[in-house]
């Protein structure tokens, strides 16, 4: 009788050491492949300031490789992982991927449930170079063709765009930071746009291109003298 049931649990204490064996495997595999992803999302942030859900996950995939993919414990395999809370910080630069998926047990004993796991990569979005402190020290500011504030910092939030990518059938539900609703940007005809549109935090219009000039702001650097009737920025002008 002991030998009967010292077996059976022998296996099981096997099976269940590969599988955390595997699981720490998995972990360490798609948190180099987040690594991989946010390198290349900081080098194409530069390019265009919103980061694609979709092609971080691409990415990830890319860097642990389709078969090893198929061959992990990971439900739903290179389709499992999910990046749709990646975001990049408004203001900062900062992008933090964030990588969620389910593993699953080599054999669904006892009711062991899934494993839920997630992995944060934080990094800068490169830049290519520092702006403003030289000529913030010669005594310049900047401002917006439409603005009606000037900044003393180039790196004031006010004067960046914190892009969004989303899908045009949920902008319906979608809220900017003081809670109001997004309407379809004239300039690109977003009304009719279909599948991938974007957004800014602080904005209330939805743009059916990356390309549409209400996603551009053009800022000058000019003195305080010819900042016309345009007052101080209350974030970065006290």
């Known amino acids: 009788m002991e030998a009967a049931l010292t077996i059976p649990l022998f296996f099981l204490a096997g099976v269940m050491l590969i599988y955390s064996l595997e699981v720490q495997a998995t972990r360490i595999s798609v948190k180099m492949g987040a690594d991989t992803a946010a390198k290349k999302a900081a080098e194409r942030i530069y390019l265009a300031p919103v980061l694609l859900p979709s092609k971080v996950e691409s990415d990830i995939v890319g860097a642990i490789g389709q078969r090893r993919l198929s061959q992990s414990m990971i439900v739903g395999k290179s389709g499992g992982i999910d990046c749709h809370k990646s975001r990049v910080w408004p203001g900062s630069g900062i ?3 964030i990588v969620e998926y389910k593993i699953q ?3 669904r004993l006892f009711g062991i449930p899934l494993i839920s796991q997630t992995e944060r990569v934080r990094i800068k979005g490169w830049n290519g170079y520092q702006q403003g402190s030289y000529i913030e020290k010669q005594g ?3 401002i917006t063709e439409t603005g009606t504030v000037y900044h003393k910092s180039y790196q004031c939030t006010h004067l960046k765009l914190a892009i969004r990518a989303g899908n045009v059938s949920d902008v319906a539900d979608l809220r900017n930071e003081y809670q109001g609703k997004y309407y379809p940007c004239e300039k690109c005809k977003a009304k009719s746009a279909s599948g991938m549109i974007y957004y ?3 904005g209330d219009r939805y743009h059916a291109s990356l390309g549409c000039s ?3 702001r053009n800022i000058r650097a000019v003195k ?3 900042v016309g009737g345009r007052g101080a920025c ?5």
């Open 95 to 97: 992008i933090e991927i």
């Open 105 to 107: 047990p080599p054999v």
């Open 140 to 142: 310049y500011v900047y």
């Open 200 to 202: 800014t935090v602080s």
């Open 214 to 216: 209400g996603l551009k």
């Open 224 to 226: 305080l003298s010819e």
């Open 234 to 238: 209350s974030r970065c002008g006290r």
